[in-house]
């Protein structure tokens, strides 16, 4: 096999003891690929970032549900988030407990909170509205509010879920309303949560985000936790020297920050964070096809499998990835040239990687797209009918096993009803 292009996944040994042209071979094409031990490191890269000793990390398994994987971070001492019924029922087929799960809910129906009630599980309520609902069907009960307290961050403007413009969270300016609903109730409120964003590379805005939870966090007492929210983004322009988010400064200045709150509030009360892309990103990969290369009216296309139907992010928001790409031949390749590849649906913005320059690619040379571990097989679908990918995990030991197969073409019909 001829590596063109391969620095990132070389020095990661990302495909272990096996290669994308077998792996291919073997599972189909496209194909995503993730790595274990890559995984494995940033959960404990995380667990560990604090010296506060009440530490949780809660992996957003909105990111990446799968099965095989999520059992892998309880393996390593994660908690987990749940955003809806079905990722609670697939934590609870995880393994993880009831109390290891916190359902940050976001206009849900009464039929979904009580199932989370039904099975012991913390809720998170986003809006004095569902505070009142869950109140009426949980008298008494332990509840969680999710506040927005005015700061946003994030890469793209879908993905600020903090600040005064966003559907998130409970404006500050009614805590007296939060605390009326509470005592309506008799619901003991055990935490509040935040989270204001996606993808930042900078710990500061973090930390400013952080201190105006807590500043919220005084108004009430009792509290066991604060959950600080996600967002820790990973460098996607790695091919350019990209750096990574500093973890250790982060945590230098979150745990000052924490220590002295406590100290102020009397209690050592837990703190949570919520991370889903840290968490996995950079464990995936997503392997394709080159199937046609073209020209239109001086513009090179690379026509590959990989719609968005596979890979969302890009046409979602004008996300970048890194690509490699791999041979099985010898032949090299002679030049760069500057290319869009694009995938196989029928929409002109089908286009994964725009205007890059990469050395020329053929017929049949396999795509490697980086850091598509997250957000990417949990937005895949089946539009224009395609199968969804299988998804396969290059074990600590480096070999490929198969831990969610392909689709077929029986499951395009399975639902349908004569
Ligand atoms: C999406 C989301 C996360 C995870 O975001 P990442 O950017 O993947 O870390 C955490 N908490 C909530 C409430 C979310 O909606």
Avoid at 264 to 289: C, D, N
Wanted: charged share 25%; with cysteine.
């Amino acid at each position: 096999m001829l590596s063109l292009h391969n620095k990132v996944s070389e020095v990661t040994n990302f495909f272990g003891k096996t290669n994308p042209v077998d792996l291919v071979k073997e599972f189909g094409s496209p194909l995503y690929v993730y790595n274990e031990n890559i995984f494995r490191e940033r959960c404990s890269e995380l667990k560990n970032l604090l010296t506060y000793p009440h530490f949780s990390v809660n992996y957003s398994v909105k990111a990446n549900g799968n099965l095989s994987l999520i059992k892998i971070a309880r393996d390593e001492g994660l908690s987990v988030d749940a955003m809806s019924p079905g990722e609670i029922y697939v934590e609870l087929k995880a393994g993880f407990k009831p109390e290891q799960i916190l359902y940050i809910s976001n206009n849900v129906s009464k039929e979904e909170m009580q199932f989370a009630i039904d099975h012991g599980i913390l809720t998170s309520v986003d809006s004095l509205s569902q505070l009142e609902m869950f109140g009426q069907i949980n008298e008494g009960g332990r509840v969680c509010v999710r506040f927005n307290p005015g700061v946003g961050a994030g890469h793209h403007e879908k993905v600020v879920t903090g600040g005064k413009k966003t559907k998130f969270g409970v404006d500050p300016n009614f805590v007296p309303q939060v605390k009326a609903l509470l005592a309506k109730y008799k619901l003991r409120l055990v935490g509040i949560n935040q989270h204001i964003g996606s993808l930042f590379m900078e710990g500061g805005h973090y930390v400013e985000g952080v201190q105006s939870v807590l500043r919220l966090a005084e108004q009430f007492e009792n509290l066991e936790f604060v959950d600080m929210g996600g967002g820790f983004g990973i460098p996607y322009h790695k091919q350019a020297g990209q750096k990574r988010l500093d973890l250790k400064e982060l945590a230098t200045q979150l745990d000052q920050v924490l220590f002295d709150w406590t100290k102020r509030y009397g209690k050592q009360i837990t703190f949570k964070i919520e991370p889903g892309r840290y968490v996995v990103a950079e464990s995936g990969s997503l392997l394709g096809t080159a199937h046609a290369i073209k020209e239109n009216y001086g513009m090179k296309y690379v026509g590959t499998d990989l719609g968005f139907n596979v890979l969302k992010r890009p046409v979602l928001y004008d996300s970048h990835h890194d690509v490699e790409i791999y041979r099985e031949s010898n032949r090299p390749s002679t030049h760069t040239e500057v290319v869009n590849i694009v995938g196989n649906i029928c929409e002109s913005g089908d286009i994964i990687a725009k205007e890059r320059e990469l050395p020329e690619i053929f017929e049949g040379d396999i795509i490697n797209v980086l850091d598509a571990g997250a957000y990417g097989y949990c937005m895949a679908s089946n539009y224009n009918n395609r199968l969804r990918p299988a998804e396969v995990l290059i074990t600590s030991s480096g070999e490929a096993k198969l831990i969610r197969r392909r689709d077929t073409f029986e499951d395009l019909i399975r639902n349908f009803e004569e």
